[in-house]
């Protein structure tokens, strides 16, 4: 198990070098200059200089890449361009919208996915199953910003029942889980969709084998089966689905975040690209990628401790 572990912890290191490699390569490709587009278009070339040379712009590529990446490691994620404060302080105010939308949303997926996708696996063949299996074809194909604007007519317009968008502030932790509820059910319905097939597929192949049949012989229903002995071997697939959309739902939910004016970490990148304020996006994309590759190495981890077959690699 030891062994599993460093080897996993070292594919994680090795994977985060590379992702700043190609995050702060991309950063650098990007044509124009920062200082000149803060300053705006009277700016003078001694200005220019002089903003660029107190922003750190002018030093090498190597050197520049190796002070983002020492900073980081330190917990030093540079000065915002735009805000001219920290960028630490930046994520701090904004990660505690977005890491409790994402674990609201996972929360939702996961209540509604295991028992539709229990159902499916039970009843296959029947009404039942074709039934939730084409309303999960359709929560895939449902964009989920779509899905939000139907939630904001639906329940903001027209029945009042929450706001339209902005966040009330954790001081009344009441108003500030009602302001996230819409976002996370916009985020959690293509995400469910997915998981219940997963945990249908998962089951099906589970019942197939020969200790499911023992089992059944011995006196279990199928009911006893599934939640004795089937559900436990087909959770290693639905881990892998639920730690790669938790990664999804923190990192990639710039589009719901920007329709409910939210001011998250998906909000914060997209407000620093159209800045040009690249320190924040570096910083901001790094945070984000290190936080999707550590929720897969704890994935990993939990393949180990369902599947001990794992632990001998």
Not at 275 to 286: G, K, P
Request: hydrophobic residues 60%.
């Amino acid at each position: 198990m030891l062994r599993y572990i460093l080897s996993r912890l070292l594919s994680l290191c090795l994977s985060l070098i590379a992702a700043s490699v190609v995050i702060f390569g991309v950063i650098e490709v990007i044509p124009g200059d920062p200082a000149a587009f803060m300053l705006g278009l009277n700016a003078t070339d001694a200005n220019i200089a002089a903003l660029r040379a107190e922003l750190g712009l002018d030093g090498t590529v190597v050197a520049r890449y190796w002070g983002w990446v020492s900073g980081m490691m330190t917990g030093d994620f540079g000065i915002s361009y735009t805000y001219r404060v920290s960028v630490s302080d930046l994520i701090l105010d904004r990660i505690w919208i977005s890491l409790p939308l994402a674990i609201y949303a996972l929360i939702l997926s996961t209540l509604i996915a295991f028992p539709i996708g229990l159902i499916a696996a039970s009843a296959r063949g029947t009404l039942a199953d074709y039934g939730i299996m084409g309303g999960t074809q359709l929560g895939i194909a449902v964009p989920n910003f779509w899905f939000a604007m139907l939630l904001v007519l639906l329940f903001a317009v027209n029945l009042r029942w929450f706001s339209a968008g902005g966040f009330a502030g954790w001081d009344n932790p009441a108003a500030a889980v009602k302001s996230l509820t819409l976002p996370a059910i916009a985020l959690a319905l293509p995400q469910a969709s997915i998981l219940a097939r997963v945990m249908r597929s998962a089951l099906l192949d589970t019942l197939g084998q020969d200790y499911i049949r023992t089992a059944r012989a011995k006196g279990l229903t199928r009911r006893q089966a599934v939640l004795r002995h089937a559900l436990r071997n087909a959770m290693i697939p639905v881990l892998t689905i639920i730690g790669l959309q938790f990664s999804f739902l923190l990192a990639g939910a710039i589009i719901i975040e920007n329709v409910f004016f939210l001011p998250g970490l998906g909000r914060l990148i997209f407000q620093g690209i159209t800045q040009r304020d690249l320190i924040v996006v570096e910083s901001v994309t790094m945070l984000l990628v290190f936080a999707v590759i550590l929720v897969t190495f704890l994935v990993d981890i939990a393949y180990a401790a369902v599947d001990p077959r794992l632990r001998r690699r």
